[in-house]
């Protein structure tokens, strides 16, 4: 499980360290960086899939990417006796993403490209350190793998040699998805398949010509994907190796003497929803977008293959309230076998998910344009350490 996740130099998150627990649930009002957070959290997966360079372009580019405000806020600026001001920057550029358990720890720090040789893609992101330690709170002395720009090495005693890796790693390139050694740096296997696990479910699209609502050839689907296409497959490999008992009790706590079953033709699976006091069962083409996101909600939280890690961005969207009681029970249930990562504005999500006892709420607010944890101090902020350049 994730103890600490740290986040430096990323739009509004301009050094934000948070406490984990089994389950989180964020929130915060419009603006606050929910949004943020949750595509920082994305980046650091791609990572492990060697994409976080592209994923930084799909955005607009590191530039676009980057804190915007001050290198520093000074006391008088945050009391109001002085405006806010730029100065000339005493750092490089830098964006920081890094995570931490109680086994390993790993940042990755990325920047701009050195100057020379001219180039149009002086712009481009390049990964300038990486590296995996062990425990929670990263020092030199418990470094188990380290990057820095194009060297890869372990480090080893004082009086001893690092074990070179590769000298020439690309910068566009994370060492994680570009280097497999398991006999000696078996450190970055076990964190790389880690990160690989995490899953990330955000605005599953539930419109009258999406995907979801059509039959779709079925196949062997023990995880939803992220677009929710392999629905009626996701759900019939949940009533044949998985939970096949809670699926009944989540559709019929949300749809009261409800049921679903998934109708096979000639290889094409469909969605049917028997509803009580209909003659017939509805498919997938006549169901609401609230009920269909619901079935959604439903194939990904009770996969037969729970992840290390599962992110769930507004899953409350386009769900009546009367449906988000039911959606936290799920939640919590589901955090009994992965960790989870929720985030919302929904009040009666919030005040549902908050009864759960292991429900840790992570509040955000907005000062000086910085995302801060809400009641966050120097005396609880968790023990972080970024590796220097």
Same mark, same amino acid.
């Given at each position: 499980?994730?103890?600490?996740?740290?986040?430096?130099?990323y739009?509004?998150?301009?050094? %934000?360290?948070?406490?984990?627990?089994?389950?989180?649930l964020?929130?915060?009002?419009?603006?606050?960086?929910?949004?943020?957070?949750?595509?920082?959290?994305?980046?650091? /997966?791609?990572?492990?899939?060697?994409s976080?360079?592209?994923?930084?372009a799909?955005e /607009?580019?590191?530039?676009?990417?980057?804190w915007?405000?001050?290198e520093?806020?000074?006391?008088?600026?945050?009391?109001?006796?002085h405006?806010?001001?730029?100065?000339?920057?005493?750092?490089?550029?830098?964006?920081? %993403?890094?995570?931490?358990?109680?086994?390993y720890?790993?940042?990755i720090?990325?920047?701009?490209p050195?100057?020379?040789?001219a180039?149009?893609?002086?712009?481009?992101?390049a990964?300038?350190?990486e590296?995996?330690?062990?425990?929670g709170?990263?020092r030199?002395?418990?470094?188990l793998v380290?990057?820095?720009?194009?060297?890869?090495?372990?480090?080893?005693?004082?009086? *001893?040699?690092?074990?070179?890796?590769?000298?020439?790693?690309?910068?566009?390139?994370?060492?994680?998805?570009?280097?497999?050694?398991?006999?000696r740096?078996?450190?970055?296997?076990?964190?790389?398949?880690s990160?690989?696990?995490?899953r990330?479910?955000?605005?599953?699209?539930?419109?009258?010509a999406?995907?979801?609502?059509?039959?779709?050839i079925?196949t062997?689907?023990?995880?939803?994907?992220?677009d929710?296409?392999?629905?009626?497959?996701? %759900?019939q490999?949940i009533l044949?190796?998985g939970?096949?008992?809670?699926l009944?009790?989540?559709?019929d706590?949300?749809f009261?003497?409800?049921?679903?079953?998934i109708?096979?033709?000639?290889?094409?699976?469909?969605?049917?929803?028997?509803?009580h006091?209909? %003659?017939?069962?509805?498919?997938?083409?006549?169901?609401?977008d609230?009920?269909?996101?619901?079935?959604?909600?439903?194939?990904?939280l009770l996969?037969?293959?729970?992840?290390?890690?599962?992110?769930?961005? *507004?899953?409350?969207?386009?769900?009546?309230?009367?449906?988000?009681?039911?959606l936290?029970?799920?939640?919590?249930?589901?955090?009994?076998k992965?960790?989870?990562?929720?985030?919302?504005?929904?009040?009666?999500?919030?005040?549902?998910?908050?009864?759960?006892p292991?429900?840790?709420?992570?509040?955000l607010?907005?000062t000086?344009?910085?995302?801060?944890?809400?009641d966050a101090?120097l005396?609880?902020?968790?023990?972080?350490?970024?590796?220097?350049?």
């Amino acid at each position: 499980m994730i103890e600490t996740l740290a986040i430096s130099g990323y739009r509004s998150l301009r050094d %934000l360290v948070l406490p984990l627990g089994r389950l989180n649930l964020v929130t915060g009002a419009n603006g606050s960086g929910k949004s943020s957070l949750y595509r920082a959290l994305r980046l650091l /997966g791609d990572a492990a899939q060697n994409s976080v360079v592209a994923s930084l372009a799909r955005e /607009g580019g590191l530039p676009s990417t980057l804190w915007a405000g001050p290198e520093t806020i000074a006391r008088s600026v945050r009391q109001g006796d002085h405006p806010v001001e730029g100065t000339a920057p005493r750092s490089p550029v830098s964006l920081k %993403l890094g995570f931490s358990d109680e086994t390993y720890g790993y940042s990755i720090d990325l920047g701009y490209p050195s100057p020379p040789p001219a180039t149009a893609f002086n712009l481009d992101p390049a990964i300038k350190r990486e590296c995996i330690w062990h425990g929670g709170t990263y020092r030199k002395a418990s470094a188990l793998v380290d990057r820095r720009n194009n060297f890869v090495y372990l480090p080893t005693g004082r009086d *001893e040699e690092p074990v070179m890796l590769t000298q020439n790693l690309s910068a566009a390139d994370s060492m994680l998805a570009s280097i497999a050694d398991p006999q000696r740096a078996p450190e970055m296997l076990a964190v790389r398949e880690s990160i690989r696990g995490w899953r990330f479910y955000d605005g599953f699209r539930t419109d009258i010509a999406s995907p979801v609502r059509i039959p779709q050839i079925g196949t062997f689907t023990p995880v939803l994907n992220n677009d929710g296409t392999d629905l009626p497959a996701a %759900l019939q490999t949940i009533l044949e190796i998985g939970d096949d008992e809670a699926l009944k009790r989540t559709i019929d706590d949300a749809f009261p003497k409800s049921r679903v079953h998934i109708e096979v033709q000639n290889g094409r699976f469909e969605v049917k929803l028997h509803q009580h006091g209909l %003659l017939r069962p509805l498919s997938a083409a006549e169901l609401s977008d609230g009920t269909l996101r619901f079935l959604l909600w439903t194939a990904a939280l009770l996969t037969p293959r729970p992840p290390h890690l599962m992110v769930l961005n *507004e899953p409350e969207t386009s769900l009546h309230p009367d449906l988000l009681p039911a959606l936290a029970r799920l939640i919590a249930a589901a955090s009994q076998k992965s960790q989870l990562i929720v985030v919302s504005h929904a009040r009666t999500l919030i005040e549902a998910l908050s009864e759960t006892p292991q429900c840790k709420p992570l509040h955000l607010e907005k000062t000086f344009g910085e995302t801060v944890l809400s009641d966050a101090t120097l005396f609880n902020r968790p023990k972080w350490q970024w590796p220097s350049r």
